[in-house]
């Protein structure tokens, strides 16, 4: 995972925070030669997502432990969330709320737990069957509600929910197909997924209703994300194209070669 965004742990140019393997966070300075600084090594605990806090100055670091790490410039904190999940289940995919109040994480034993990120005491826990271990999960600016999904079972549709009574508003309809890639606009407007077959489907993620589908531009997308604003998806593929399409005309703007598979990519906040 790289992540992009100018925070406050270290003065000077922009910051890149990358996931090296399972379990390694490092810190490298845009534009630099040299090596990154190590944050986190997660040795036995197997790193599950990294993720940034609103005021910019940390960074929280999600184990399968079920621990947590939040990193400042002073040193790393962790923090031993009260277990929402079942004894034996592992955290698969964490999201921080935009206010940095709240954490939420998929589980696989098919729960969804809602976590202080002050206290890790449980606010909210969100079921679903055991065999829908959802590893895509978004939260919408506001905090109101979140989807999950990707759970890779035909016919298992991402689900919206809301975060206050732990109930479920809606799911997205993919019939006899396997969800493979869920992301949101960082608006929280819209909704991509990508299908088993490559299929792009654009969705409004305030009332669930499928806005546009398109066979996917690429032969096997691995990677799907729209822009700030939300008027571009980028595609990328693992024979190395990046292609990045108009969101109101469904038109392809740009077509970029690379050699080897893009495993990973990253808009800068600008968008552009």
Same mark, same amino acid.
């Given at each position: 995972?790289?992540?992009?965004?100018?925070?406050?742990?270290?003065?000077?140019?922009?910051?890149?925070?990358?996931?090296?393997?399972? &379990?390694?966070?490092?810190?490298?300075?845009?534009?630099?030669?040299?090596?990154?600084?190590?944050?986190?090594?997660?040795?036995?605990?197997?790193? /599950? &997502?990294?993720?940034?806090?609103?005021?910019? &100055?940390?960074?929280?670091?999600?184990?399968?432990?079920?621990?947590? +790490?939040?990193?400042?410039?002073?040193?790393? %904190?962790?923090?031993?969330?009260?277990?929402?999940?079942?004894?034996?289940?592992?955290?698969?995919?964490?999201?921080?709320?935009?206010?940095?109040?709240?954490?939420?994480?998929?589980?696989?034993?098919?729960?969804?737990?809602?976590?202080?990120?002050?206290?890790?005491?449980?606010?909210?826990?969100?079921? /679903?069957?055991?065999?829908?271990?959802?590893?895509?999960?978004?939260?919408?600016?506001?905090?109101?509600?979140?989807?999950?999904?990707?759970?890779?079972?035909?016919? +298992?549709?991402?689900?919206?929910? %809301? /975060?206050?009574?732990?109930?479920?508003?809606?799911?997205?309809?993919?019939?006899?197909?396997?969800? %493979?890639?869920?992301?949101?606009?960082?608006?929280?407007?819209?909704?991509? /997924?990508?299908? +088993?077959?490559?299929?792009?489907?654009?969705?409004?993620?305030?009332?669930?209703?499928?806005?546009?589908?398109?066979?996917?531009?690429?032969?096997?997308?691995?990677?799907?994300?729209?822009?700030?604003?939300?008027?571009?998806?980028?595609?990328?593929?693992?024979?190395?194209?990046?292609?990045?399409? &108009?969101?109101?005309?469904?038109?392809?703007?740009?077509?970029?070669?690379?050699?080897?598979?893009?495993?990973?990519?990253?808009?800068?906040?600008?968008?552009?």
């Amino acid at each position: 995972d790289v992540l992009w965004r100018v925070i406050g742990l270290v003065p000077g140019p922009p910051l890149v925070v990358a996931r090296i393997g399972l &379990d390694r966070v490092v810190l490298a300075r845009v534009g630099s030669k040299e090596p990154g600084r190590i944050l986190v090594n997660g040795s036995a605990r197997h790193i /599950t &997502d990294v993720r940034f806090l609103p005021a910019g &100055d940390h960074i929280v670091v999600a184990h399968s432990s079920g621990e947590v +790490d939040v990193v400042t410039a002073s040193g790393v %904190r962790t923090l031993s969330l009260q277990r929402g999940h079942r004894p034996e289940a592992l955290i698969l995919r964490m999201k921080v709320f935009a206010d940095g109040s709240r954490v939420a994480a998929t589980g696989s034993d098919g729960s969804i737990v809602i976590w202080s990120a002050a206290s890790g005491e449980v606010l909210q826990r969100m079921e /679903t069957d055991e065999w829908r271990m959802h590893h895509a999960l978004h939260i919408c600016p506001s905090g109101d509600r979140l989807v999950s999904g990707v759970s890779y079972v035909i016919g +298992d549709s991402p689900t919206i929910w %809301r /975060t206050a009574s732990g109930t479920a508003v809606r799911r997205l309809r993919h019939e006899l197909e396997t969800i %493979r890639l869920l992301e949101m606009s960082p608006c929280g407007a819209r909704l991509v /997924t990508v299908g +088993d077959g490559s299929a792009l489907r654009l969705w409004r993620f305030a009332t669930g209703e499928l806005e546009r589908e398109v066979a996917g531009g690429l032969h096997w997308t691995i990677g799907v994300g729209l822009v700030p604003g939300g008027t571009r998806i980028v595609e990328t593929s693992s024979s190395g194209n990046l292609l990045i399409r &108009d969101v109101a005309t469904w038109k392809v703007e740009h077509l970029v070669k690379m050699q080897g598979g893009i495993y990973g990519f990253v808009v800068l906040p600008s968008g552009d």
